[in-house]
């Protein structure tokens, strides 16, 4: 009589315990179908410049980008804002003076560094056509910045910059796809998700006065180049997203 009462009390609260589960199962399927309103980028970009932009700066640039949106869920589309900081090149020289003896007695530093910085919004169609897999189509307009920077710091504690900043307009067209990594999920309601997301992106740039720098002349200078061209960009992304 006692064994049939466990077994009777055991069955009940496995069947309770197995009721609980699916509950909670279905109200994560749930969640997990929820549009989800904001998005949060980082990513590793490459970016190539082209035609004579390309001829002038002699080099692709890597970098990274900041990106966050609003999607306006269950409508496929996000509009959201993009900031890509890419370097093409710098150097830091160290200037020596030294005694007879071989000592160095003073030492002024020269650094400098070639940055270009676009910033754009974009228009993203994403439709859910599967559950892990989120392929997208974005248009994007905006500007670019140029900057040229030259840093100098003397032993006597002199500083002293220079620098050469412009801007131009860009528009272009990217195509990427997102891929879910990972649901978080916190019952009664929270839910996001954390996806890798491959971008390519191509930007036609309006005709720009822009300035690098070369290198460091042997007397502490900075030598600036100054070229003309448009400023056509390719760039290539790889990243996370996190969406809430």
Same mark, same amino acid.
């Given at each position: 009589?006692?064994k049939?009462?466990?077994?009777l009390?055991?069955?009940?609260?496995?069947?309770?315990?197995? @009721? /609980?589960?699916?509950?909670?199962?279905?109200?994560?399927? @749930?969640?997990?179908?929820?549009?989800?309103?904001?998005?949060?980028? $980082?990513? %590793? *970009?490459?970016? +190539? &410049?082209?035609?004579?932009?390309?001829?002038?700066?002699?080099?692709?640039? =890597?970098?990274?980008?900041?990106?966050?949106?609003?999607?306006? @869920?269950?409508?496929?589309?996000?509009?959201?804002?993009?900031?890509?900081?890419?370097?093409?090149?710098?150097?830091?020289?160290?200037?020596?003076?030294?005694?007879?003896? #071989?000592?160095?007695? $003073?030492? #002024?530093?020269?650094?400098? =560094?070639?940055?270009?910085?676009?910033v754009?919004?974009?228009?993203?169609?994403?439709?859910?056509?599967?559950?892990?897999?989120? &392929?997208?189509?974005?248009? %994007?307009?905006?500007?670019t910045?140029?900057?040229?920077?030259? #840093?100098?710091?003397?032993? %006597?504690?002199?500083?002293?910059?220079k620098?050469e900043?412009?801007?131009?307009?860009?528009?272009?067209?990217?195509?990427?796809?997102?891929?879910?990594?990972?649901?978080?999920? /916190?019952?009664?309601?929270?839910?996001?998700?954390?996806?890798?997301?491959?971008?390519?992106?191509?930007?036609?740039? *309006?005709?720009? #006065?822009?300035?690098? +720098?070369k =290198?460091?002349?042997?007397? /502490?200078?900075?030598?600036?180049?100054?070229?003309?061209?448009?400023?056509?960009? @390719?760039?290539?992304?790889?990243?996370?997203? %996190?969406?809430?």
């Amino acid at each position: 009589m006692k064994k049939m009462l466990i077994f009777l009390i055991a069955g009940l609260a496995l069947a309770s315990f197995s @009721a /609980t589960a699916q509950t909670e199962q279905q109200e994560i399927e @749930a969640l997990k179908r929820k549009p989800l309103k904001g998005m949060f980028g $980082l990513s %590793f *970009t490459n970016s +190539v &410049p082209q035609k004579e932009f390309y001829d002038n700066l002699k080099r692709s640039g =890597q970098g990274f980008s900041l990106y966050g949106g609003y999607n306006f @869920a269950p409508v496929p589309i996000t509009l959201g804002l993009q900031t890509d900081f890419l370097f093409y090149g710098g150097d830091e020289r160290i200037f020596r003076y030294k005694n007879q003896g #071989d000592w160095t007695y $003073l030492r #002024d530093t020269v650094s400098y =560094q070639n940055m270009i910085i676009p910033v754009t919004v974009f228009m993203q169609i994403r439709p859910n056509v599967a559950e892990y897999f989120f &392929p997208y189509f974005e248009a %994007f307009a905006g500007f670019t910045l140029f900057n040229a920077n030259s #840093d100098f710091k003397s032993a %006597f504690g002199i500083e002293d910059s220079k620098n050469e900043l412009s801007a131009g307009w860009n528009a272009g067209l990217g195509v990427g796809t997102m891929i879910k990594l990972v649901d978080f999920v /916190t019952l009664p309601s929270y839910y996001s998700r954390l996806l890798l997301d491959i971008k390519a992106r191509y930007a036609k740039g *309006t005709t720009v #006065d822009y300035y690098m +720098v070369k =290198q460091i002349n042997s007397d /502490t200078s900075p030598e600036f180049s100054r070229s003309k061209s448009k400023t056509d960009i @390719a760039t290539f992304q790889i990243g996370l997203v %996190f969406e809430f």
